[in-house]
């Protein structure tokens, strides 16, 4: 492939951003990326966020070695000053389902014979336990676990932040406020793509990376990916609070949620709660998609916060929400990624079904993406393009709950400060 041609990518999320970041530093000279949002990073990208969980183990070996490969990554000089080894506590409370103590037990079989984990494990059945790695806990935690000193996070916005200004330096161009309308074609070839304001920007490869809402730009995706929302909320700490929470570990109790060491420079405590995620089918396409307004999280999740705050730090667990909102990713039914050609159509890439944990692979999975441009197909089953599959009927084994649609929610909290600004 002649590495002046154009490439149009198509968001500058996790996956797109990764994408041009590896086409780039292979010598790829002439990539565009087209972004809806306005400002970086990208407000509608679900890897826009304070941090995300960085740890290897999975339920399938197969996504366990990627994220070791990741982790590796992580500690590069790119990415290191984002990712921080405070280690993992994964644990169920005394409360949980018999899934959610599966999936753990597959989880930690994953990562546990493997010789980079010797030493880095230790099992969890006890309050003292959990206090042992996590002194600053004060709630009463009566679960069941074990702590991965091997893990840790990232803070999200900043690396992808890292990763855009070493696309620019690499003489990527990246657009801005350039929402794409429509992708198109000369008779089964993908030529470009053209803008809601008009602009058609042409190109002989395209790679569409535009997260959960990639089914009203390829509505022939269809239930292959089901844009699914997760809610999230943070605390606001003062300095003399966030300093008493300094270095604990990753904390997700499967059933209840998670949370992480409060943000170092805004010492905002960032909340998630369990659930089987939200859907949105009230769309034009009869698709689940992401709505325009979603500074917002339904009270049933901020009972669920409140619940894990309880459980470990209970002198936060009345403190007002801030920055609620729903962040949004796209599920398969098997939580596999799909990377591939788009089948009909020549020069369209897809790169989707993050299923909630891609972030993670930022400083890798563009490799891939790569690797399917140059080769003109994907080779790997897993990331194959599976028509007919319906990730609305999966029942997915680490979701814990029933999926829910937004007009079955009655009770939903906006964001205090956002509806204030709003008025
Ligand atoms: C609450 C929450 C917590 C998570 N925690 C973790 C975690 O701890 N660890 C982990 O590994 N992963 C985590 N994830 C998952 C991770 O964030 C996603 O897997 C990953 O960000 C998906 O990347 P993406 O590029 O597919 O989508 P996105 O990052 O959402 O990128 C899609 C981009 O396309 C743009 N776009 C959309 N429509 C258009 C259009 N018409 N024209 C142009 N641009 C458009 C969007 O603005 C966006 O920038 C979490 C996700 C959520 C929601």
Same mark, same amino acid.
């Given at each position: ?65 990627? /994220?070791?490969?990741?982790?590796? /990554? ?70 069941k676990g074990y702590f991965n000193s091997f893990a840790g996070y990232a803070a999200a916005a900043d690396s992808l932040m890292a990763v855009y200004s070493a696309c ?45 809402s990639l089914g009203s730009v390829l509505p022939q995706i269809k239930s292959q990916v089901v844009a699914k929302a997760s809610p999230l909320a943070h605390i606001q ?156 009927? /999966? ?29």
């Amino acid at each position: 492939m002649d590495k002046q041609n154009p490439i149009l990518i198509l968001g500058a999320g996790t996956f797109g951003l990764s994408t041009a970041y590896h086409l780039a530093k292979a010598g790829y000279t002439n990539i565009t990326i087209l972004e809806k949002s306005v400002t970086f990073p990208p407000e509608l990208s679900a890897g826009n966020d304070l941090n995300k969980i960085i740890r290897a183990e999975y339920e399938d070996p197969f996504y366990a070695e990627l /994220a070791l490969e990741a982790i590796a /990554a992580w500690k590069s000089p790119l990415f290191a000053p984002y990712y921080n080894e405070t280690g993992y506590l994964l644990c169920n409370s005394a409360a949980a389902p018999e899934k959610s103590k599966k999936s753990l037990q597959k989880a930690l079989s994953s990562i546990s014979q493997r010789p980079v984990f010797r030493n880095k494990i230790i099992p969890i059945s006890s309050r003292n336990d959990i206090r042992k790695v996590a002194p600053a806990f004060t709630g009463p935690m009566q679960w069941k676990g074990y702590f991965n000193s091997f893990a840790g996070y990232a803070a999200a916005a900043d690396s992808l932040m890292a990763v855009y200004s070493a696309c620019i330096a690499l003489g990527v161009t990246i657009h801005l406020n350039s929402a794409v309308e429509a992708l198109t074609y000369s008779g089964d070839i993908c030529t470009g793509a053209i803008t809601t304001a008009g602009k058609h920007y042409s190109a002989p490869i395209t790679v569409l990376a535009l997260g959960a809402s990639l089914g009203s730009v390829l509505p022939q995706i269809k239930s292959q990916v089901v844009a699914k929302a997760s809610p999230l909320a943070h605390i606001q700490l003062t300095p003399e609070e966030a300093i008493q929470l300094r270095g604990i570990p990753v904390t997700y109790a499967r059933d209840l949620g998670f949370f992480f060491e409060p943000d170092r420079r805004t010492n905002l405590l960032k909340i998630c709660p369990a659930m089987a995620g939200y859907t949105n089918y009230n769309t034009p396409f009869g698709l689940s998609l992401p709505p325009d307004d979603n500074a917002f999280i339904p009270a049933v999740d901020e009972a669920m916060i409140r619940r894990l705050l309880r459980e470990t730090l209970p002198e936060l667990a009345d403190r007002p929400l801030v920055g609620r909102r729903v962040c949004w990713c796209a599920d398969t039914a098997d939580s596999e990624y799909v990377i591939d050609l788009v089948p009909g159509k020549k020069g369209l890439v897809v790169v989707t079904g993050d299923s909630a944990h891609a972030f993670k692979m930022l400083p890798i999975i563009g490799k891939w993406v790569k690797e399917v441009v140059e080769k003109g197909r994907q080779d790997n089953a897993r990331w194959q393009w599976k028509e007919g599959s319906d990730a609305a009927a /999966a029942d997915i084994s680490w979701r814990i709950g029933q999926t829910t649609d937004f007009k079955e929610v009655k009770d939903i909290r906006r964001d205090p400060e956002i509806a204030q600004a709003r008025l």
